[in-house]
């Protein structure tokens, strides 16, 4: 049986010592496992290589495997992403607040590590190198459990980290990865609460529900995306095919790509035989209401489900809608409350919908493909959380500690 419990007390052990080491020893090794990646890069592809064929015999869609594959280019950015993380302020012993009581007492409110962090998460392997840049830079130690189709690729990173941490003088368990793709080791996992502080899920609907539903670790959710946006009356028509091409289209496979369009009656003659044209041009399927249909011959209708899809595919829905409430309506009751965007010129538009729309980014004329951490300038990021407790929106490095007081007296009791 696959020794869990092994794994949970080393990374208590590895976690104790990462709260000894100085930013610069931190920043050091970050730098080191950032040069380790691109000196062994052929190893990572080759692993690679065995997933995307894996996955590609297994009928893996295109948006899906898109998230799968490692190329120099990705590696790269693997590697700038900890040199990045490296140049961030280490926010370990930031002094949150400082204060006296009257009885004397000094209390200081630090910023501290949580311990161990957890993290479940498919199919992107860049997750394990994005998930010890950040943890180990807060000192955190992670255990990760990623999805079978990338298992070796998982493998190959991790190996890769610790090699380069022992070459550093660092214990390798600051990053410990699960091997064992049985859903039962998953479910284990899931309830090492005396060994794991935070769990993090980073994944599909599906995954994301079992964990917040089964595990006795305490759950930071990181959410899909059926991320919309609305083109309003007041739109500025030279922004709007730009816009929706890029958040749709540019990579379909991350939950920040544009799943929906909502689109005012009164600008849809002006707009969209401009959409439908770019988007047939790269093959997107538009699923739409009777409005649109209308307009573009080729639209699919719309049904209920469509409009609260994360499709992750060559697929978008269109919704029309007569004022800005019901557009706001619309996308607050299908939105998975990730990254929404409002096209306008229209001041108080913009402020209605900055102001109503209850998600963890808005925007206003821009693509939603910069909810990213790297666009955020967090360097890497840990997931982006679409909860409202902690943390919410792309999870950088304060995302990934807690608190605590430290009270200092000189023979105070309390009466």
């Known amino acids: 049986m696959y020794n869990l419990d092994e794994i949970g007390k080393r990374a208590v052990e590895a976690k104790y010592a990462l ?16 040069k380790a990646f691109l000196a062994r890069e052929q190893e990572m592809l080759e692993a690679n290589r065995k997933d995307l064929e ?6 893996i869609p295109e948006g899906l495997l898109d998230r799968l594959e ?4 990705r590696i790269a950015a693997m590697a700038e992403g900890l040199e990045q993380v490296a140049e961030l302020t280490d926010p370990l012993g ?5 204060f006296s009581r009257p009885n004397g007492l000094q209390i200081t409110k630090l910023r501290v590590p949580f311990g161990v962090v957890g993290i479940i998460y498919e199919s992107r392997p860049n997750v394990t190198a994005d998930a010890f840049g950040l943890c180990f830079k807060t000192g955190n130690a992670v255990i990760l459990k990623g999805g079978k189709d990338a298992i070796n690729s998982n493998i190959a990173i991790t190996n890769i980290i610790r090699d380069a941490l022992a070459k550093e003088g660092i214990a390798e368990d600051a990053i410990q990865l699960i091997t064992d793709t049985d859903r039962s080791v998953t479910n284990e996992f899931m309830k090492m609460n005396k060994y794991v502080d935070v769990l993090i899920p980073r994944g599909g609907a599906g995954l994301i529900r079992t964990v917040v539903e089964n595990s006795t670790i305490p759950v930071i959710e990181t959410g899909t995306g059926n991320c919309h946006i609305y083109i309003d009356e007041d739109a500025d028509i030279m922004k709007v095919v730009p816009i929706v091409m890029n958040a749709k289209t540019q990579r379909i496979g991350v939950c920040n790509a544009c ?5 005012h009656e009164k600008i849809i003659n002006l707009v969209l035989p401009a959409i439908g044209k770019a988007l047939a041009e790269k093959n997107v399927e538009i699923r739409g209401d009777e409005s ?13 489900e469509d409009y609260g899809m ?4 060559y697929i978008i829905s269109i919704k029309t809608v007569a004022s800005i409430d019901e557009a706001i309506e619309h996308i607050n009751r299908y939105t998975t409350r990730h990254s929404d965007a409002i096209i306008t010129e229209n001041d ?12 963890a980014c808005v925007y206003v004329n821009a693509s939603t493909r910069f909810t990213d951490g790297f666009e955020f300038g967090f360097g890497a990021e840990i997931g982006i959380s679409t909860q409202k407790l902690h943390a919410r929106g792309p999870m950088g490095l304060k995302e990934l500690t807690t608190y605590k007081y430290n009270i200092v007296g000189n023979g105070q009791i309390r009466p």
């Open 54 to 59: 894996i996955g590609k015999k297994n009928g």
């Open 70 to 73: 490692l190329n120099y280019e």
């Open 19 to 34: 709260q000894t080491f100085t930013s610069v020893k931190k920043n050091e090794a970050l730098k080191a496992v950032a």
């Open 259 to 263: 799943e929906s369009l909502v689109v």
């Open 348 to 359: 108080e538009h913009a402020r209605m919908f900055l102001d109503k729309i209850d998600s």
């Open 292 to 304: 649109v249909k209308n307009i573009l011959s080729d639209c699919v209708e719309a049904t209920e």
């Open 310 to 313: 994360e499709y992750l595919d």
């Open 94 to 98: 930031e002094v949150l607040e400082s």
